[in-house]
C-alpha cells in the first residue's frame, strides 16, 4: 500500500541553522512528490513538488528537496532558517495515473530567536 | 482570483445537528477534494470530485456526503453530527493537468468545526 512517512513529529532550530526534514514514500513506482507549507490557522501552501528530471528541486522561500530514488525519500533542506519558516510541513505523494494524494502526518518547526 | 474559498471559517454544532459546508474556486479547476485534519494524522482524504456531477468516496467517507452541481462548487454535508467528526475541514482544487497526480492541489484557508 503506498504510504508517506515523516519521522520526525517535532524540529526545533536555531534561527540561521540549516534545516533538514524527512519524508520516506512507498510506492511501487516513481510517484509524485510535494512540499507544502502550513502556518498557523491557515491553508496548505505549496512549496516544491517533484515529479520528473533532476533530482534536486528548488522551491519558494529558500527551500530545496532531493529525490533519492534508492532510500524512497524526498527530504526538505533550507541552508539558513528564518524565523518566518515557524510552521508545520507535509510531505505528499500523489500517484501517477490517479486522482487522489496521500499525506504524512506533518513535521512541526520551532525556530528558536 | 481568490483561489479557494471556504465558508464558514468555524463553527459549533450539538451533536445530530446537521450542517453544509461551503467550498468555492475561481480558478476553472476539474478535480475538487475534501479533507479532514486531526492532530497527528496529517490529512485525510474525505471525498473527491473529478468534475461537475462526479464524486468519489475517499479515505473516511463515512457520515458525510458530497455535492457538486456546479463546477465551481464542492459542498461537504454532515447529515447528523459526531463529536468524532470534530476537526478542520480543507478543500483543495487542482487543474486536470496531463497526467494524474501531478499538479499540486490548492488549498482553501480551513473550517474550524466543533461538535458538542
Known amino acids: 500500500a503506498q504510504s508517506v512517512t515523516q519521522p520526525d513529529i517535532h524540529i526545533t532550530v536555531s534561527e540561521g541553522a540549516s534545516l533538514e526534514l524527512r519524508c520516506n514514500y512507498s510506492?511501487?513506482?516513481?510517484?509524485?512528490l510535494f512540499w507544502y507549507v502550513q502556518s498557523p490557522g491557515q491553508g496548505l501552501q505549496l512549496l516544491l513538488k517533484y515529479f520528473s528530471g533532476d533530482t534536486l528541486v528548488q522551491g519558494i522561500k529558500g527551500f530545496e528537496a532531493e529525490f533519492k530514488r534508492s532510500q524512497s525519500s524526498f527530504n526538505l533542506r533550507k541552508p539558513s532558517v528564518h524565523w518566518s519558516d515557524a510552521a508545520e510541513y507535509f510531505c505528499?505523494?500523489?500517484?501517477?495515473?490517479?486522482?487522489?494524494?496521500?499525506f504524512g502526518t506533518g513535521t512541526r518547526l520551532k525556530v528558536l530567536a | 482570483n481568490a483561489g479557494v474559498t471556504q465558508t464558514p471559517k468555524f463553527r459549533v454544532l450539538k451533536t445530530g445537528q446537521s450542517m453544509t459546508l461551503l467550498c468555492a474556486q475561481d480558478?476553472?479547476?476539474?478535480?475538487m477534494y475534501w479533507y479532514r485534519q486531526d492532530p497527528g494524522m496529517g490529512l485525510r482524504l474525505i471525498h473527491y470530485s473529478v468534475g461537475e456531477g462526479t464524486t468519489a468516496k475517499g479515505e473516511v467517507p463515512d457520515g458525510y456526503n458530497v455535492s457538486r452541481l456546479k463546477k465551481q462548487n464542492f459542498l461537504l454535508g454532515l447529515e447528523s453530527a459526531a463529536p468524532s467528526q470534530t476537526s478542520v475541514y480543507f478543500c483543495?482544487?487542482?487543474?486536470?493537468?496531463?497526467?494524474?497526480?501531478?499538479?499540486?492541489?490548492?488549498f482553501g484557508p480551513g473550517t474550524r468545526l466543533t461538535v458538542l
Open positions: 483543495a482544487s487542482r487543474t486536470r493537468g496531463l497526467a494524474g497526480g501531478q499538479n499540486e492541489q490548492f
Open positions: 505528499a505523494v500523489g500517484a501517477p495515473g490517479t486522482y487522489k494524494y496521500i
Open positions: 510506492y511501487g513506482a516513481t510517484p509524485y
Open positions: 480558478m476553472n479547476h476539474e478535480y
